[in-house]
């Protein structure tokens, strides 16, 4: 008899496993960045968990290199019209649809992974609501490495930096740049080692890790360590898809999106010094900025979040005032 019994709740617990995993789901996700770029590498192992904890019955298959054809501003609205299911998004370049989206790269407004991670919790809710009403569930989110100006020339003082052509990646990046006197440049990334071979553009703002995914040392040789930001790139997926699955299934799509992020952040700092070595034996410089452009780009930091703050919302600003310096 109590064999029986036992056999009874165990087909009872498979019955329940397979019910709450009864409807499979292959979904594509769009990831902007090349195979070696560890926010695509996260994704990878991000999906590599949800088949796993969904017991397989939800697969992820990442799409590097953007070649789903969506790469930049358009991407919040390609995940809200579910064009693409799924996509890793750089914030900084959808900040112009929703402004919250441009905290992680304000200039300056963090000098450290302590500070950015403390940011990031602060400013989780808003993320979370903001995607919601581009219609998706926001997942995880993890930052760069610092950025840095990578250029020809050492930069010693503002003066170094009149003319300069710099590939940025969003708008914050090329207001800084503008106001120190450069001249900043929008591109895909695809572009820019042609362009700095061509002499198209003479430097990029850009962590470790890209210059070292670059190999920018072959037409670059310094490595000016200005901890401009560290922004962030999300993973969000579609609402509609989001729904469809099954309590279970979002229960464990949550549970890799957490371990995920928190590998990530780890992956971040260890990529930033493991590659700043690379740079250096490839014969690249690394320097930290003078005093006198310290005080420089703090100068125009400021002028940047002081616009930034006058068109946030108030929950913007509450959490910005903690780390207004």
């Given at each position: 008899?109590?064999?029986?019994?036992?056999?009874?709740?165990?087909?009872?617990?498979?019955?329940?496993?397979?019910?709450?995993f009864a409807q499979n789901?292959?979904?594509?996700?769009?990831?902007?960045?090349?195979?070696?770029?560890?926010?695509?590498?996260?994704?990878?192992?991000?999906?590599?968990?949800?088949?796993?904890?969904?017991?397989?019955?939800?697969?992820?298959?990442?799409?590097?290199?953007?070649?789903?054809?969506?790469?930049?501003?358009?991407?919040?609205?390609?995940?809200?019209?579910?064009?693409?299911?799924?996509?890793?998004?750089?914030?900084?370049?959808?900040?112009?649809?929703?402004?919250?989206?441009?905290?992680?790269?304000?200039?300056?407004?963090?000098?450290?992974?302590?500070?950015?991670?403390?940011?990031?919790?602060?400013?989780?809710?808003?993320?979370?609501?903001?995607?919601?009403?581009?219609?998706?569930?926001?997942?995880?989110?993890?930052?760069?490495?610092?950025?840095?100006?990578?250029?020809?020339?050492?930069?010693?003082?503002?003066?170094?930096?009149?003319?300069?052509?710099?590939?940025?990646?969003?708008?914050?990046?090329?207001?800084?740049?503008?106001?120190?006197?450069?001249?900043?440049?929008?591109?895909?990334?695809?572009?820019?080692?042609?362009?700095?071979?061509?002499?198209?553009?003479?430097?990029?703002?850009?962590?470790?890790?890209?210059?070292?995914?670059?190999?920018?040392?072959?037409?670059?040789?310094?490595?000016?360590?200005?901890?401009?930001?560290f922004p962030l790139n999300?993973?969000?997926?579609?609402?509609?898809?989001?729904?469809?699955?099954?309590?279970?299934?979002?229960?464990?799509?949550?549970?890799?999106?957490?371990?995920?992020?928190?590998?990530?952040?780890?992956?971040s700092k260890d990529r930033?010094?493991?590659?700043?070595?690379?740079?250096?034996?490839?014969?690249?410089?690394?320097?930290?900025?003078?005093?006198?452009?310290?005080?420089?780009?703090?100068?125009?930091?400021?002028?940047?979040?002081?616009?930034?703050?006058?068109?946030?919302?108030?929950?913007?600003?509450?959490?910005?005032?903690?780390?207004?310096?």
């Amino acid at each position: 008899m109590g064999v029986r019994k036992l056999l009874v709740s165990i087909l009872a617990f498979l019955s329940l496993s397979v019910f709450a995993f009864a409807q499979n789901f292959t979904l594509n996700l769009n990831a902007i960045y090349g195979p070696t770029s560890f926010h695509t590498q996260g994704a990878m192992e991000f999906a590599k968990l949800v088949e796993k904890y969904t017991n397989g019955s939800v697969k992820i298959v990442v799409h590097p290199g953007g070649s789903l054809g969506f790469k930049g501003p358009e991407l919040l609205k390609a995940v809200k019209d579910a064009q693409v299911p799924m996509s890793d998004i750089l914030m900084g370049v959808v900040a112009g649809s929703e402004h919250v989206f441009g905290i992680s790269s304000l200039p300056r407004l963090v000098s450290n992974f302590k500070e950015a991670r403390a940011l990031y919790e602060d400013c989780k809710p808003l993320y979370e609501k903001a995607a919601l009403k581009w219609n998706q569930k926001f997942l995880y989110a993890a930052p760069w490495p610092p950025s840095g100006l990578v250029t020809k020339k050492e930069i010693k003082s503002v003066d170094d930096l009149k003319g300069l052509k710099t590939r940025t990646y969003d708008k914050n990046g090329a207001k800084f740049l503008r106001e120190l006197g450069a001249s900043p440049v929008s591109m895909p990334w695809g572009e820019v080692y042609s362009s700095l071979r061509t002499g198209v553009i003479d430097s990029v703002l850009t962590s470790t890790e890209s210059a070292k995914n670059g190999k920018f040392w072959e037409v670059l040789k310094y490595f000016t360590n200005i901890y401009y930001a560290f922004p962030l790139n999300m993973v969000t997926i579609n609402l509609d898809y989001w729904k469809a699955l099954s309590k279970e299934q979002q229960k464990a799509m949550l549970k890799a999106a957490k371990e995920i992020e928190e590998m990530q952040w780890k992956n971040s700092k260890d990529r930033y010094f493991s590659a700043a070595k690379v740079l250096e034996e490839h014969g690249m410089i690394i320097n930290n900025p003078t005093p006198e452009l310290e005080k420089a780009m703090d100068k125009a930091a400021k002028k940047i979040i002081d616009e930034f703050m006058s068109k946030a919302k108030s929950k913007e600003r509450a959490v910005l005032e903690k780390y207004i310096k």
